[in-house]
């Protein structure tokens, strides 16, 4: 198994060493690929937040006694993106 790391970080070389083993790797796609998994990595991490924070105003309203139906709601919403990501 190629360690990912290395893949990223030497794909051409990578590419040259697995012709050896009559394997074509596509560094262009790999590429895109990469940098698709970092954006959705991003997006991820960013809805990760936003619900953490919804989450602690939540607690802190709670404590108030204050309504916190519609923010549980926006939060739920939250983690049907985060799991449809």
Do not use: C, F, H
Request: charged residues 35%; glycine residues 8%; hydrophobic residues 35%.
């Amino acid at each position: 198994m190629l360690d990912p790391q290395l893949l990223r970080a030497e794909a051409e070389s990578v590419a040259e060493r697995l012709t050896v083993k009559k394997y074509i790797l596509d560094v262009e796609k790999l590429g895109s690929l990469e940098d698709q998994r970092k954006g959705l990595q991003s997006e991820v991490q960013d809805l990760q937040a936003e619900r953490n924070r919804s989450a602690k105003e939540v607690g802190r309203r709670k404590a108030a006694g204050e309504d916190v139906s519609g923010l549980i709601e926006e939060t739920s919403g939250l983690a049907g993106k985060i799991s449809a990501i």
